[in-house]
């Protein structure tokens, strides 16, 4: 038997990639990378972070949520160094995207690589509507 489920799609991605599928009160929101709707993508791991954030949020708005809602996050990084090296940088963004320092489970992974070559992180969430 099938489940009941709702899912988003959004931005240069939408034609592969679903951005997150609601399944009861639980919400899986697909990892997301610093690429904005026009598909444009920083350089810095930081600003990348703030992007993935940006997306995040607008999955949750799509569904009625907000940052709060959020459980858990996984981090996949290409370069565990870069991340360490600009730690400041992306866990403020980090606390910005949230609005202050988040109460979340995180998992933290290095990759070998993300889906472009130019990616250096995405964050998947999981969040409780």
Not at 47 to 67: C, H, I, K, S
Request: some cysteine; proline content about 4%; hydrophobic content about 40%.
């Amino acid at each position: 038997m099938a489940i009941a489920k709702k899912t988003y799609r959004s931005g240069p991605y939408q034609e592969v990639f679903a951005q997150g599928t609601l399944v009861g009160d639980v919400l899986y929101i697909s990892g997301q990378v610093g690429t904005d709707q026009e598909g444009n993508t920083p350089t810095s791991i930081a600003e990348q972070a703030r992007v993935a954030y940006a997306n995040a949020r607008d999955v949750l708005a799509y569904f009625g949520a907000e940052m709060s809602n959020i459980v858990d996050e996984t981090y996949f990084v290409t370069d565990m160094e870069e991340l360490m090296e600009n730690a400041e940088a992306v866990f403020g963004a980090r606390e910005a995207a949230y609005g202050e320092p988040p109460d979340v489970c995180q998992t933290l992974v290095q990759v070998a690589a993300l889906v472009t070559p130019e990616l250096k992180i995405e964050i998947k969430c999981i969040a409780h509507l």
